[in-house]
């Protein structure tokens, strides 16, 4: 097992639509296992297949919540059904995110409160979880990542602009650019 180089925004991985996973094998099976080293070293709550350059649609995922329960898995081939998003502006204080592609950033983003995700797992075996608050978030996260969407693109104004100068600034949003988590110190 070793930890992945997780890609940044620009890397044309990240912004495409990623392909149904047709088989689960052992070279799945170490993906995986290295996705959860990856996520862990980064850290992060959540950690999607092309962030790690596979064009591959599963995710996965590790969060603790408010009375101490553990959300770990991968989702593998996920839909993801969500409540009608919020109206409003997202506040910088409970809605702010990040990404492990666009390190070190965080801007707010309005997110449905609720979210029942429905995949597969490791053994072929179909689940599903009706999440609320902050693992809706997380699902909405990563399962947009699968379409090639990043929540940077999501952003309203005034933080899209904020978000894109940010980009421009640290120079990405061009591909070939990553970074390794436990060697090279981003905060997220
Ligand atoms: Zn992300």
Same mark, same amino acid.
Request: contains cysteine.
């Given at each position: 097992?070793?930890?992945?180089?997780?890609?940044?925004?620009?890397?044309?991985?990240?912004?495409?639509?990623?392909? +149904?996973? +047709?088989?689960?094998? !052992?070279?799945?099976?170490?993906?995986?296992? !290295?996705?959860? @080293?990856?996520?862990? &070293?980064?850290?992060? $709550?959540? *950690?999607?297949?092309? =962030? $790690?350059?596979? !064009? &591959?649609?599963?995710?996965?995922?590790?969060?603790?919540?408010?009375?101490?329960?553990?959300?770990?898995? $991968?989702?593998?081939?996920?839909?993801?059904?969500?409540?009608?998003?919020?109206?409003? #502006?997202?506040? +910088? +204080?409970?809605?702010? #995110?990040?990404?492990?592609?666009?390190?070190? @950033?965080?801007?707010? *983003?309005?997110?449905? @409160?609720?979210? $029942? *995700?429905?995949?597969? !797992?490791?053994?072929? @075996?179909?689940?599903?979880?009706?999440?609320?608050?902050?693992?809706?978030?997380?699902? =909405?996260?990563?399962?947009?990542?699968?379409?090639?969407?990043?929540?940077?693109?999501?952003?309203?104004?005034?933080?899209? /602009?904020? &978000?894109? /100068?940010?980009?421009?600034?640290?120079?990405?949003?061009?591909?070939? =650019?990553?970074?390794?988590?436990?060697?090279?110190? *981003? #905060?997220?």
């Amino acid at each position: 097992m070793a930890a992945l180089p997780i890609r940044i925004t620009g890397e044309p991985v990240l912004h495409s639509v990623a392909a +149904e996973v +047709e088989v689960i094998d !052992d070279a799945l099976r170490a993906l995986v296992a !290295d996705m959860f @080293e990856t996520m862990a &070293a980064a850290p992060g $709550v959540g *950690l999607a297949a092309p =962030q $790690v350059g596979v !064009d &591959a649609r599963l995710f996965v995922f590790d969060w603790t919540d408010d009375d101490a329960v553990r959300w770990r898995g $991968v989702a593998i081939n996920p839909e993801l059904l969500v409540s009608p998003g919020p109206i409003g #502006e997202a506040d +910088e +204080e409970v809605d702010s #995110e990040g990404c492990l592609s666009v390190p070190g @950033e965080r801007f707010p *983003l309005l997110r449905s @409160e609720r979210a $029942v *995700l429905r995949a597969i !797992d490791l053994d072929g @075996e179909p689940f599903d979880i009706e999440a609320t608050g902050w693992l809706a978030r997380i699902f =909405q996260h990563e399962y947009d990542h699968l379409d090639g969407v990043l929540y940077v693109d999501r952003l309203a104004h005034p933080f899209s /602009k904020a &978000a894109a /100068k940010a980009i421009r600034k640290r120079s990405w949003g061009v591909p070939g =650019q990553s970074w390794l988590p436990g060697r090279d110190h *981003l #905060e997220d």
